[in-house]
């Protein structure tokens, strides 16, 4: 292959300015990457103006048309060609960037869609009638009036008619409004009081996608009913509130319990003054505190929100205003890590409910008998008793006692152990988890409550016991350091032994005793005892290359935890053990004491309680 050489120019080449309409595209390609960018575009705008209700209309995955109309303050005739010029906007007070309270501040959308697309806009104000414009690939129209009430009605059809090629990396038409849906549903989050509509009007179709009335009653109430209504109907009863302030910040929301937990990130919700943001900080701070309770292929479910004044947020990072940068990144990610895990401990021993309900809907799938066949058919005779379709045949060897019941021998458990209780004992199991009633296939143990059966995977339970004493003792005694028979010494370049050496207190904490030797080098003298002999190196360019990406390093206590959680493990009742009443009794009480022992350490559930009622239903009692 022949690469041809950057050619010399000969010539002198003349600057000169775009013109508007190409401007418009270029900014449109930042503004504008999917249909789903725009449909974002235009309810923000709604938003901003003031709307109690939002209609969006989708027609082809957005391609072909969308339509957004809200009951806002609308625009004046006056202001309307305005609005649709660059860098117009009535949301900026003055010149400071880092004091927005709104979500378009840019003036950027209206035009960038203009200049791909068929734009229409019908706006009537508050105290003037109402006008209509239009621009078709950048070329506007003049101002019209028309019949309209109050609020606006924005058109766009033939999305990125005027840049075909853009069209190329379109999706199909409903991955296109499936994305659109979830932009929907996640400004829907953040605005409980606002009604949202989002309709396919596609092939003459009329299908409702989505929607969400306004909700009434205190803000807290109202949240809670709309994200139930838009994330999950079980998510907020499987989740722990949050509620935590540091400094000039102050968090709040849901936290999911870990084995309510997802394969994907679509369950994670973050806001930031009511802004829908994908910020890489907080979704690390996230991912750290459910680190110590999920697999790597797991994902938790949240709805968080995170207020603080607009001087310590910039979201002036990219045209999407999708990315922010904090003043303080650091306080932050502290808030969200210690306010979640704090929020996990309270929960202490609880499990997502609706383990219970997969396990019961697993049995149901093979018991398709309806609930008639679970009942005598009994018909009333002419004597007015009842005669019993039902008959029951004794063979010689069944034997019957003084009442004329079925006897039958003691039942025979080889794989089993049940407990032998006093009738006092039986009827007091009104701890969280029950009293222990058995052992079955000597792993499981069955519990009984007051109104419900409790199934706990005892070596699943004591990992979790056995790994939080540890690291409690680790937190209390420090991390034991050995030290180096011969110092290793790392050369790097002078800024990241610097780095590091800022790092030094908070890597002593966590074992590592490191020094600067010379200019381009640090050495390390001691090390955690729990590494054993381990590439001291490598450990210390991955620390290098998260405190680069990150401001800090989780690499060397990640490290420690799992071999902590290791050692839990090949330290825990194993399974195929047997336990007598008192050893499972113990295990359940400690379980009720210890934070975060709904789940082992790998994520997995340590027990599962089943709810009486939804038993005698299985069997068809009810």
Do not use: W
Not at 342 to 351: C, F, I, P, V, Y
């Amino acid at each position: 292959m022949i690469v041809e050489k950057h050619k010399i120019r000969h010539d002198q080449p003349v600057i000169k300015q775009l013109d508007e309409t190409a401007i418009n595209r270029i900014a449109a390609g930042e503004v504008v990457e999917r249909p789903s960018s725009a449909v974002k575009e235009l309810i923000e705008n709604s938003i901003d103006a003031g709307a109690k209700s939002v209609s969006i209309d989708i027609a082809d995955g957005g391609k072909t048309l969308i339509r957004v109309i809200d009951d806002g303050c609308g625009m004046t005739p006056t202001d309307l060609p305005l609005a649709v010029s660059r860098h117009a906007t009535s949301k900026l007070s003055s010149d400071d960037l880092f004091d927005i309270s709104t979500f378009g501040f840019r003036g950027e959308a209206l035009p960038s869609l203009g200049a791909v697309s068929r734009l229409n806009i019908k706006t009537k104000g508050i105290k003037t009638e109402g006008a209509e414009l239009t621009i078709e690939a950048g070329l506007t129209s003049k101002v019209k009036p028309t019949a309209l009430n109050r609020g606006s009605v924005i058109e766009l059809r033939d999305l990125f008619y005027a840049t075909p090629a853009r069209l190329k990396f379109l999706r199909t038409d409903r991955t296109e409004l499936q994305e659109i849906n979830k932009i929907v549903k996640s400004v829907a989050i953040a605005y409980p009081y606002i009604s949202f509509k989002l309709r396919d009007i596609s092939d003459t179709r009329d299908r409702i996608i989505f929607s969400a009335i306004a909700e009434s009653g205190n803000l807290d109430d109202a949240l809670r009913k709309r994200i139930s209504k838009v994330v999950d109907s079980s998510f907020v009863e499987n989740s722990c509130a949050i509620i935590a302030e540091r400094e000039h910040f102050r968090l709040s929301g849901f936290a999911a319990l870990p084995t309510f937990s997802r394969g994907s990130t679509n369950l994670q919700h973050i806001y930031i003054n009511q802004r829908p943001v994908k910020d890489k900080i907080l979704i690390g701070a996230i991912k750290a505190a459910y680190s110590d309770f999920l697999a790597k292929d797991r994902y938790p479910a949240v709805v968080l929100f995170l207020e603080c004044a607009p001087h310590l947020v910039d979201v002036n990072v990219h045209p999407s205003k999708l990315e922010v940068r904090f003043r303080e990144p650091g306080t932050v990610r502290g808030l969200v890590i210690s306010a979640i895990r704090h929020a996990l401990a309270e929960a202490g021993h609880r499990a997502s409910s609706t383990l219970a309900d997969s396990a019961l809907g697993a049995m149901s799938m093979n018991s398709a008998v309806p609930n008639s066949m679970y009942q005598m058919n009994n018909k009333k005779n002419r004597s007015g008793g009842f005669s019993s379709d039902v008959v029951i045949k004794k063979s010689e060897t069944d034997q019957t006692d003084s009442f004329g019941t079925l006897g039958f021998g003691e039942l025979e458990t080889p794989s089993s152990s049940i407990a032998n209780e006093s009738k006092d004992e039986r009827l007091s199991p009104k701890f969280p988890l029950g009293a222990a009633r058995g052992q079955v296939h000597e792993n499981y143990i069955i519990a009984q409550t007051e109104d419900s059966v409790v199934i706990v995977d005892q070596h699943a339970a004591h990992e979790r016991l056995v790994y939080e004493k540890l690291k409690k003792e680790m937190e209390n005694n420090g991390v034991k350091r050995q030290v180096l028979l011969i110092p290793e010494v790392i050369e790097m370049s002078n800024p990241d032994v610097e780095r590091l050496i800022v790092e030094k207190d908070q890597l002593l904490n966590s074992g590592l005793a490191i020094e600067a030797f010379g200019e381009n080098a640090i050495i390390v003298h001691e090390t955690p005892v729990l590494l054993g002999d381990f590439d001291v190196k490598s450990i210390i360019l991955d620390i290098l290359d998260e405190l680069s990406n990150d401001g800090e390093s989780k690499k060397l206590e990640e490290e420690l935890t799992s071999i902590l959680s290791r050692k839990a493990c090949h330290g825990s009742i194993r399974s195929g053990r047997r336990l007598n009443q008192e050893e499972m009794n113990a295990l359940l009480r400690e379980m009720e004491i210890t934070p975060y022992s709904g789940q082992c350490n790998h994520g997995r559930p340590t027990y599962i309680e089943l709810k009486l009622s939804d038993i005698e239903r299985l069997f068809g009692r009810t």
